[in-house]
């Protein structure tokens, strides 16, 4: 389960520069960020002000370091330190240097003023350099990296400009003012180093291997730039502008297709359910595409920008609000056979829409947070735990009404009409079923299973799936004439007592009944499915003004 959270966590988070500060954080192990290279791929921290203290660097043999325990960093290929961080809490993962784990160890050694080095397993050759234009890269990839100029604070570590290809293998010297380290370093990544990396930071201080002790806080600020070539995303995540401006252009066109749709049906099969998913497509069209534009200032910059960041958060709070609505409404049969919401039905909505919204709100924070930071793991717990209430929520009154038609196909008296309608929902329920596995069960399972690269295709199958089940919601639910799920069985004219019996059930409790003369339709198969035939020649029309 715990990998599951860490998987999830790490899809959630949106490449950027990270700058995080940490004050009396006593926390024992904090992903900083994960993040996959590619070829020549690029790292770049600066951690400032490092401050322990001063009983952890007394020279008092009873108060030194020693005593309390070891603090540092861990860069890791794969999810093993990561995992192990989870599994066994009481465990220092900086005492792991010989487990040959495919990972770097960044120990503090206070009396030297130094970050002592261990790499481990197949990182034992990975170069790390004072800066980027310091670290080999390598000639057969064509793309030459802009050099970067050395600041103030680069001058002050190091002096002058070391020369190129120099590299620190014991140490990484640290700046000691007053008691706060500092420190620079990068990594560029090589053919045989490219993967999904996890930076995670580790405070021994806190506990032994055979207990814990009083917590020790600290307080640090780091920055992290990371960069493939010609892209801040992700090795995983670099298609996904393309992929999601694609989809947002084939949104466009179903929404073209549903309004000829509307604009040719006549107005007595348009409801207003289907005003509802004609907004809804727009939504999904505008989120989708102020999501691509967000992806794609962050593969340049490596930040979003406010507007399109503002803009993608609005529409697909908006969205999601509506698109359960929406479901809900045509799970009871809302204005489709019935013009009324019963008590249950409106509960539903009170308790369902307000926890989409603060599902959305907890999404926000989550993209605008630092996955480092305390309360990323209680909003993500929230969002997932607000997200499967959600979707279990839009199946209720789809089984309610399944329920209530297959009870009324025995005992009403208007067996067709009722047998047709539970054939029809079944069928409603399987594409929703469907629809929530692919998009929550099925993207987590792939992005298992893809390699580090590839996990975009994960959020590729989401979407697709998301259009292809809006694609066949809205044919499904189409104002034309013969639609079955639009067509009401009717009884013939007088025939009172069996209308009050199907009034009397479910799903048409408190429905008036109207008659009206209806010209029949010459090509219907006179209520025929499947097999079945009914003896009815007229329609009854059961609406009633406003909700119940």
């Given at each position: 389960m715990k990998l599951i959270l860490l998987s999830i966590c790490v899809l959630i988070a949106t490449a950027k520069y990270h700058n995080i500060a940490f004050k009396n954080e006593a926390r024992k192990n904090i992903l900083l960020t994960s993040f996959g290279f590619n070829e020549n791929g690029t790292l770049f921290i600066t951690l400032n002000n490092f401050t322990v203290p001063d009983a952890v660097i007394s020279n008092?043999?009873?108060?030194?370091?020693?005593?309390?325990?070891?603090?540092?960093?861990?860069?890791?290929?794969?999810?093993?330190?990561?995992?192990?961080?989870?599994?066994?809490?009481?465990?220092?993962?900086?005492?792991q240097e010989d487990q040959k784990l495919d990972a770097i160890f960044?120990?503090?050694?206070?009396?030297?003023?130094?970050?002592?080095?261990?790499?481990?397993?197949?990182?034992?050759?990975?170069?790390?350099?004072?800066?980027?234009?310091d670290c080999f890269f390598d000639p057969t990839n064509r793309t030459i990296p802009e050099p970067q100029k050395l600041g103030l604070f680069d001058k002050i570590i190091w002096g002058k400009k070391t020369p190129k290809g120099d590299v620190m293998k014991d140490f990484i010297p640290l700046n000691n003012v007053n008691g706060q380290y500092s420190t620079q370093f990068a990594i560029r990544f090589g053919k045989n180093y490219v993967g999904l990396y996890h930076l995670i930071y580790h405070n021994c201080f806190t506990y032994h291997q055979q207990g814990f002790s009083?917590?020790?806080?600290?307080?640090?600020?780091?920055?992290?730039?990371?960069?493939?070539?010609?892209?801040?995303?992700?090795?995983?995540?670099?298609?996904?502008?393309?992929?999601?401006?694609?989809?947002?252009?084939?949104?466009a066109l179903a929404a073209i297709l549903w309004f000829n749709v509307l604009c040719k049906a006549e107005s007595n099969s348009v409801f207003r359910i289907h005003h509802l998913m004609?907004?809804?497509?727009?939504?999904?069209?505008?989120?989708?595409?102020?999501?691509?534009?967000?992806?794609?200032?962050?593969?340049?910059?490596?930040?979003?920008?406010?507007?399109?960041?503002?803009?993608?958060y609005i529409t697909h709070l908006l969205k999601g609000a509506l698109l359960f609505g929406t479901l809900i409404l045509i799970g009871t049969g809302y204005t489709f056979f019935k013009s009324f919401l019963t008590d249950r039905d409106r509960s539903l909505f009170i308790v369902v829409l307000p926890l989409q919204v603060i599902d959305n709100?907890?999404?926000?924070?989550?993209?605008?947070?630092?996955?480092?930071?305390?309360?990323?793991?209680?909003?993500f717990e929230l969002f997932t735990f607000l997200d499967f209430v959600c979707c279990a929520a839009v199946l209720f009154p789809i089984i309610w009404s399944i329920n209530h038609l297959q009870h009324g196909a025995m005992t009403d008296g208007k067996a067709m009409f009722n047998l047709q309608r539970l054939i029809m929902f079944r069928?409603?329920?399987?594409?929703?079923?469907?629809?929530?596995?692919?998009?929550?069960?099925g993207a987590f399972f792939l992005d298992q299973v893809l390699p580090f690269n590839q996990k975009s295709v994960a959020e590729a199958v989401t979407e697709t799936v998301t259009l292809i089940f809006f694609i066949v919601v809205g044919n499904t639910f189409k104002p034309v004439k013969r639609n079955p799920y639009l067509k009401i069985s009717q009884q013939e004219e007088g025939d009172e007592e069996d209308g009050m019996a199907l009034t009397q059930n479910g799903l048409f409790e408190n429905v008036t009944k109207v008659n009206r003369v209806t010209v029949k339709d010459e090509l219907s198969h006179d209520g025929s499915l499947e097999g079945f035939s009914s003896e009815d020649e007229a329609e009854t029309d059961f609406r009633r003004v406003g909700l119940a």
């Open positions: 008092d043999e009873n108060t030194k370091a020693d005593r309390f325990g070891i603090v540092g960093f861990t860069l890791s290929r794969g999810a093993n330190v990561a995992e192990s961080t989870r599994q066994n809490p009481r465990l220092c993962q900086l005492q960044l120990i503090f050694d206070f009396e030297t003023s130094s970050l002592t080095l261990t790499k481990s397993g197949s990182l034992k050759g990975l170069d790390i350099c004072p800066t980027v234009q009083d917590k020790v806080a600290v307080e640090y600020s780091i920055s992290i730039e990371e960069k493939n070539l010609g892209s801040h995303l992700s090795a995983g995540d670099i298609p996904k502008p393309q992929f999601y401006l694609i989809i947002s252009f084939i949104s004609t907004a809804l497509i727009i939504l999904k069209t505008m989120s989708v595409f102020c999501h691509g534009m967000n992806f794609y200032f962050v593969s340049l910059y490596g930040h979003q920008r406010e507007a399109w960041a503002i803009l993608f709100i907890a999404m926000v924070i989550l993209n605008e947070s630092e996955i480092a930071e305390q309360r990323y793991i209680f909003w069928r409603f329920y399987i594409v929703v079923i469907s629809y929530i596995y692919a998009t929550r069960l």
